[in-house]
């Protein structure tokens, strides 16, 4: 649910007089920014003092009108939004399904800087299907954007319809929700680059600390940059050989991990807790709840930034490395090195059960459909057994 507002008190010089207002921030449908409004509560006169001026606030019941959305005349999608922002990915700490920080981030994003420049000023229920797709195609052709980010889109519109309808803004039936008939491709021509054992040492060899920790890390246990970044000391158990993941950085904030099985602790090797080891002697700040991999320029107070260890390390260590070249028009990030994880164990024939569990993905679909990539090599050589199956001397016919 979205976080209940008080509001705040201030006076402000109007005709009547001296008026004590109430301020409140609301989600403006046009293009879901929050801006300030105002309520006029009494004149100064009739009510001297702030607390005076708060029980007349509670006899209007303001606060119910500051939480709840006034829709005057036909709804329209952005003021679907703007319901679905306040109230879905708001504050999370009771909500049944909480989101990440970095789902609500870019959640908002795409409204922001797709849907609603489209359809924030649209009647909600006029939204047609094929409209809706002739403008997804317009998207690809125009912004070149690949099919899961096009997916994304309609996925999130739906989401908006679906949370109206839950509230009882628009009829519930399945008609009136029109993402149920748009029809989008999912799946990308994008294969994720990943590289072998050998180049990945290559590049953590060519690291200072703590990069080289953090990219060993990220290579061989699988954990995603934001969750590498949100360790703090008190989630290496080195007794029990284990890395708890608690949280996540990304964005300049503390988030939640991805999903449920993104919570499993994950193992921590002799080898990698022998580096790990040597890196909490090292830093300067090593308490239970310090961070792990902390920025020196804040003193410690907050995690180190992930883009800029891509810009100024991983990727310039790649290049010398001459695992990729520079100047190339390439995705290359510590995620690389989570797909060639998998990749290298999936290749190596370890249970794919294992390697879910060790990536925590919640369906091992996952794991083998994206995220195991098979390199030249192993195809030429699978094709290599069909051949010698295929020319085999037939056994007689009996």
């Known amino acids: 649910m979205g976080r209940y507002q008080q509001g705040s008190l201030r006076r402000e010089a109007r005709a009547a007089g001296a008026t004590w207002v109430l301020r409140y921030n609301t989600t403006r449908p046009e293009d879901a920014r929050r801006v300030e409004h105002t309520i006029a509560v009494g004149l100064v006169s009739e009510f001297p003092s702030e607390s005076a001026a708060w029980a007349e606030v509670n006899r209007l019941r303001l606060h119910e009108q500051i939480n709840k959305p006034e829709f005057k005349g036909p709804v329209t999608f952005g003021h679907l939004a703007q319901h679905y922002i306040a109230h879905e990915l708001g504050d999370q700490t009771d909500a049944v399904d909480p989101k990440s920080h970095t789902t609500i981030v870019g959640y908002k994003r795409n409204l922001q800087r797709h849907i609603l420049p489209k359809w924030g000023r649209r009647i909600a229920l006029s939204i047609e299907p094929l409209e809706v797709e002739n403008w997804l195609k317009e998207l690809k052709r125009e912004l070149h954007l690949e099919n899961p980010t096009l997916d994304r889109q309609r996925r999130i519109m739906s989401l908006v319809f679906k949370s109206a309808q839950r509230f009882g803004i628009i009829p519930r039936g399945e008609q009136h929700n029109p993402m149920r008939f748009v029809r989008c491709k999912t799946t990308s021509g994008y294969e994720a680059k990943t590289i072998t054992p050998r180049q990945a040492w290559e590049i953590w060899s060519r690291l200072p600390e703590p990069e080289s920790t953090l990219t060993l890390l990220a290579a061989t246990t699988g954990l995603r940059i934001s969750e590498c970044l949100g360790l703090q000391w008190g989630d290496v158990d080195f007794a029990a050989q284990l890395i708890q993941v608690r949280r996540t950085w990304t964005a300049g904030k503390v988030g939640l991990p991805k999903s449920k099985a993104s919570q499993a602790a994950v193992p921590l090797h002799p080898v990698l807790a022998g580096h790990m080891s040597a890196w909490h002697g090292a830093t300067p700040y090593s308490g239970e709840q310090d961070w792990v991999f902390p920025s020196f320029t804040l003193k410690g107070k907050q995690p180190r930034v992930a883009n800029m260890l891509v810009e100024d390390h ?85």
């Open 314 to 398: 991983l990727r310039p260590a790649a290049i010398a490395a001459g695992v990729i070249k520079d100047g190339d028009d390439i995705r290359f990030g510590f995620h690389t090195l989570r797909h060639s994880l998998c990749s290298y164990l999936v290749g190596q024939g370890t249970d794919p059960k294992t390697v879910q569990t060790l990536l925590r993905h919640a369906d091992v679909a996952t794991t083998l459909g994206i995220y195991a990539h098979s390199h030249s090599e192993s195809r030429m050589t699978a094709q290599g057994e069909m051949l010698t199956a295929f020319f085999a001397p037939s056994a007689p016919v009996q």
